[in-house]
Each structure stands twice: as structure tokens, then as C-alpha cells.
Nanobody
Framework: QVQLVESGGGLVQAGGSLRLSCVASGSIFRINVMDWYRQVPEKPRELVATITRGGYTQYADSVKGRFTISKDSAKNTVYLQMNSLKPEDTAVYYC????????????????WGQGTQVTVSS
């Protein structure tokens, strides 16, 4: 019933910028947390940035000062602005959210997007 859809990935030169978007849709009562993760082959999935319903943010050390996470609560959308991109930022980026559904019960459940490829060339 809940779906997350990412967009905005692509190929960019080192030093360039991209903005990723993730839209949550379906039966949603409340979104508590939205996150961005990234993964490269044979390595664990890495938490890049997170934002709470109240706007509190955290970042991985590797992206601090370069990436910014933000949200538009009215649109159930989270963004990841990526500046000064480096080849080591190349990965599949995934959106994740803890969501309370609109049906019976108030427990939050995790949902994942399908991922979007970001490739940074040198």
C-alpha cells in the first residue's frame, strides 16, 4: 500500500551536482523518519543522511559539508542535494522511511525505494 519512488540519479563529472528526490505515496498517516542510503557491490549498505519528522538531520562523515538532506512534508517528499561530487560517491542510492499507515494500528514500519544509480566520472 505504501510505495517510495526515487528519481534524479545519473552520470555527472567530478565536482558537479545532483539532486535526488524520493516521494512516498499510498495509505500514510505519519512519516517519522526518512533516510538516504547508498551501496556499492560487495560492501555493506551505508547510511548517508537522515531527517526526522521534526527536521533533525544527521550525516555520514564522508558527505558532511557536501550533501544536504531536506523534506517537504506536505508532499511526502525527501531530497538529497549532492554538491562537489567525487568518484567515490558512485553508488546505488536508496530511500528509506519509517511510516505509520492510515489503517488500524499506530506502529511504524520501514519501507524502501527501488534505488537510483549515481555515477561520478573523473
Amino acid at each position: 500500500q505504501v510505495q517510495l519512488v526515487e528519481s534524479g540519479g545519473g552520470l555527472v563529472q567530478a565536482g558537479g551536482s545532483l539532486r535526488l528526490s524520493c516521494v512516498a505515496s499510498g495509505s500514510i498517516f505519519r512519516i517519522n523518519v526518512m533516510d538516504w542510503y547508498r551501496q556499492v557491490p560487495e560492501k555493506p549498505r551505508e547510511l548517508v543522511a537522515t531527517i526526522t519528522r521534526g527536521g533533525y538531520t544527521q550525516y555520514a562523515d564522508s558527505v558532511k559539508g557536501r550533501f544536504t538532506i531536506s523534506k517537504d512534508s506536505a508532499k511526502n517528499t525527501v531530497y538529497l542535494q549532492m554538491n562537489s561530487l567525487k568518484p567515490e560517491d558512485t553508488a546505488v542510492y536508496y530511500c528509506r522511511a519509517d511510516i505509520v499507515g492510515g489503517g488500524m494500528g499506530l506502529n511504524a514500519n520501514p519501507y524502501w525505494g527501488q534505488g537510483t544509480q549515481v555515477t561520478v566520472s573523473s
